[in-house]
């Protein structure tokens, strides 16, 4: 499975908008941080996590010409709020795009995405097929899912796992149980916002203790804010095995 990071940014991307920061004013490519979201690939499956506000032209930077389905994280606005653009590839196939979402980001999508779920239809909207998600594992293609909860301060937000690849963003909590079910992953994905703590994300040193604890061969971090510092500093001081994530990043597994 060939794997895309399609965005590795925090809710308000990087740079960030009026910020005069070293991080934000940076040269360095891998300090511009578009939503978080990753496409996968295999040999006649594509599916990408999340469509956040920069989906079209994350969705045209990496190439993605074939899209059979979209898995939600949850229903934040930097997760959702680019679907409407599944429209081109509804256009080019003439099919729906099968979209899965546990119940909270399911009402989220109908309530911001109402049009496309109306009973008054018309060429030219969006074409779903949600899939209801509670937790159980699923199938999109020939790609095998395996849900992982984990919180988000108070919201429950899914992370997958698929294969020896597993994806965990927005999140500062994973209980015992759902730790057990990342175990024996050769990559894993994590949220690592900055190093000051916060609500609802791990820190930089809360992420690199849960990768210990996992040990998988590598670890990448994502969700990144411009608060962490520059990407070239922070990659060198991290543990072996350990790095930061970046914009067009690509891993097979």
């Known amino acids: ?38 496409w996968l ?10 469509s956040g506000p920069d989906f079209r032209y994350q969705m045209l930077r990496a190439k993605v010409e074939t899209l059979d389905g979209i898995v939600f994280t949850h229903g934040h606005k930097d997760h959702v709020a680019g679907l409407d653009d599944v ?40 074409q779903l097929a949600i899939h209801s998600l509670t937790g159980q594992d699923f ?10 909860k984990v919180l988000h301060y ?18 500062n909590y994973i209980a015992p149980e759902e730790m057990d079910k990342i175990r024996g992953t050769k990559i894993l994905v994590l949220n690592a916002l900055r190093h000051e703590k916060h609500i609802s994300h791990f820190t930089l040193n809360e992420a690199i203790e849960i990768a210990r604890e996992i040990g998988a061969e590598q670890t990448y971090f994502t969700h990144i804010s411009h608060q962490l510092g520059l990407h070239d500093e922070i990659n060198a001081s991290l543990p072996q095995g350990i790095f930061l994530a970046y914009d067009g990043l690509k891993l097979t597994c």
């Open 1 to 38: 499975m060939n794997i895309t990071f399609l965005g590795t940014g925090t809710s308000q991307g990087v740079p960030m908008i009026g910020c005069g920061c070293e991080v934000c004013t940076s040269a360095n490519p891998k300090d511009n941080r578009l939503r978080s979201a990753v």
């Open 41 to 50: 690939q295999n040999e006649d499956t594509s599916v990408v996590i999340d």
């Open 87 to 126: 429209r081109a590839y509804n256009y080019w196939t003439q099919k729906d795009i099968d979209i899965f979402a546990n119940p909270d980001t399911e009402e989220i999508l109908r309530r911001e995405f109402q049009y496309a779920f109306s009973n008054i239809q018309y060429p030219g909207l969006p």
């Open 139 to 148: 199938t999109v293609g020939s790609m095998d899912f395996r849900t992982i």
């Open 154 to 171: 108070k919201l429950e937000v899914f992370g997958y796992r698929i294969g020896d690849f597993t994806y965990i963003t927005d999140a």
